[in-house]
């Protein structure tokens, strides 16, 4: 017996939308459109009709889009059974390549759209996020046709080792993907670097620098950039392959065959502080091909928990660490403060994000009025970075103390602020491996430890693993930071002891070895 709840038919309007689905089990009482927002657990109870036939029920979901109040995020559909049980609806082979080939799409209000789509599993999903410029039709039916023409002339494709890099969004360029780009164009002759191209945004701040490259600088979702996604012979990223294309795009065949090139996956930050593996495991979401590390330390953990043998998980280092100085200035010092991202506030509305613990917490740290006397008598200053999936809320954290100054992201290169700063408040962000590789302390301020590791996890036990103080109230960090002003910012012997144990190399040499790397695979 097939246990199997498959759709059949989606048809979707800006008024609602309508699920066809069979199966030859069970008896169903009902259907839900669930969120899957832990802080926000909102669910709607939908129209639910059963037709039994001979072998097979077939059930009919309906729902009206003019009575909910979706907000963003991904929304999965549920058919419940007599005893209460959530049952996923599975996409079949079909409806997948009808969703791929057409334009699936509801409006919702003025700014947002609502579009059907297969997640783990196949399951049908509904995302919910605002609108793109990437959402018209003639954008399908460019990547429908660059596919044919790709696909017509694969040989002439295959001939050339075409890699193609990119970073977050592929808006920047100042991460570990920028920097190994760099060192091929500057070290590479050019019949070996002429097929090596970067994907860039051309509203990112840096395409104007990254001009100076000429043709190898690739805007972002032009029909070049199509192209090269799929004749690539391999990406070599610090993000995911979807961040190579429109971010969350409805489903596509350009995002499809991305999915099955090999990828070398430079990282973006060490995994330690966050636990990834569903995420870029083997058997996760978004799987690597190769995966690159800093130490044997971190190498154990992908190996233990990410399911990749070790000849898979290369110790190479960051290509962006070959570039690492302390560019502390005696009569600047400052206090980098970079929080990480809550995957519960992403997209969510300015109201919904001001109103949230972590807003008022960084908040309530930056309108400290003992830390602003620290500040003043030290004459330090906080450089307050958000997260890039944060961005657009940088604006809450405005402050009246002269002594904070606010980063928009993308506008100064995070490796320069970095090198610059004194030491790093945090919380749980990866760039805090950066920060101690150069021997500045590190504070941690882990307020909602108990949430983040219920969402998140850790490969680390953070409460005695981590080479940093560590607080949970505001007060305890302003003391922490005083003691640091005071003794002009030096590292505590007990963390710098550990440094041998997380990095294998410290030599400028990570770019030359990542490049070796793939040279021995046949890239």
Not at 20 to 29: E, G, L, P
Not at 39 to 46: D, F, M, S, T
Not at 493 to 517: H, M, T, V
């Amino acid at each position: 017996m097939n246990r199997t709840i498959f759709c059949r038919d989606i048809k979707i309007t800006d008024k609602g939308f309508e699920v066809k689905a069979s199966m030859d089990f069970r008896r169903i009482s009902g259907a839900v459109l669930m969120s899957r927002n832990i802080q926000r657990p909102e669910k709607y109870v939908l129209k639910c009709e059963t037709i039994k036939k001979k072998n097979t029920s077939e059930i009919k979901v309906q729902a009206d889009l003019q009575v909910m109040d979706l907000y963003e995020g991904d929304w999965d559909l549920f058919l419940l059974d007599t005893e209460g049980k959530y049952l996923p609806v599975i996409l079949s082979p079909q409806i997948r390549m009808r969703l791929l080939l057409g334009n699936y799409q509801a409006g919702i209000g003025k700014n947002h759209i609502l579009f059907p789509m297969a997640s783990t599993d196949h399951m049908l999903t509904f995302r919910c996020r605002r609108c793109s410029a990437y959402d018209g039709r003639a954008v399908a039916v460019r990547e429908n046709l660059v596919y044919v023409f790709y696909t017509l002339t694969r040989p002439l494709w295959s001939r050339k080792k075409i890699w193609v890099i990119f970073e977050k969004y592929s808006t920047e360029a100042q991460d570990n993907g920028y920097y190994f780009f760099k060192y091929c164009m500057e070290n590479l002759p050019q019949e070996e670097k002429k097929h090596i191209y970067y994907i860039l945004d051309k509203k990112a701040p840096m395409w104007r620098h990254m001009e100076k490259y000429g043709k190898n600088v690739v805007p972002f979702m032009s029909t070049r950039h199509m192209l090269y996604m799929l004749a690539a012979r391999i990406y070599v990223a610090s993000d995911a392959r979807s961040h190579g294309f429109a971010w969350k795009p409805k489903p596509n065949i350009i995002s499809r065959e991305s999915s099955k090139r090999p990828i070398l996956f430079l990282q973006h930050g060490v995994t330690a502080l966050k636990r990834v593996d569903r995420l870029f495991g083997k058997h996760g979401s978004t799987p690597m091909t190769y995966f690159n590390v800093t130490s044997e330390f971190e190498q154990k953990i992908v190996t233990d928990h990410f399911g990749y043998p070790a000849e898979n998980v290369p110790i190479l280092g960051f290509a962006r660490w070959d570039v690492l100085k302390n560019k502390e200035q005696a009569d600047k010092k400052n206090i980098l403060f970079m929080p990480t991202w809550r995957p519960w506030l992403e997209e969510q509305s300015d109201q919904v994000f001001e109103e949230s613990e972590y807003c008022r917490r960084y908040r309530s740290i930056l309108e400290n009025r003992q830390l602003q006397k620290i500040l003043s008598a030290g004459h330090v200053k906080i450089i307050f970075h958000i997260h890039p999936k944060l961005k657009e809320f940088l604006k809450a954290f405005q402050t009246e103390n002269s002594n904070v100054e606010l980063i928009e992201q993308g506008t100064r290169p995070l490796n320069e602020l970095i090198m610059e700063c004194s030491m790093l408040l945090t919380d749980y962000s990866s760039v805090s491996w950066d920060v101690y590789y150069l021997g500045k302390p590190v504070v941690f301020y882990q307020f909602d430890y108990d949430l983040y590791m219920q969402a998140n996890g850790s490969y680390l036990d953070m409460k005695k693993e981590l080479f940093g103080d560590r607080y949970i109230t505001e007060e305890e960090v302003i003391r922490g930071l005083e003691e640091y002003v005071q003794n002009d910012f030096r590292e505590k012997e007990k963390y710098g002891s550990l440094r041998q144990e997380y990095f294998a190399y410290n030599d400028q040499n990570n770019c030359k070895r990542i490049l070796e790397f793939l040279r021995s695979k046949g890239y």
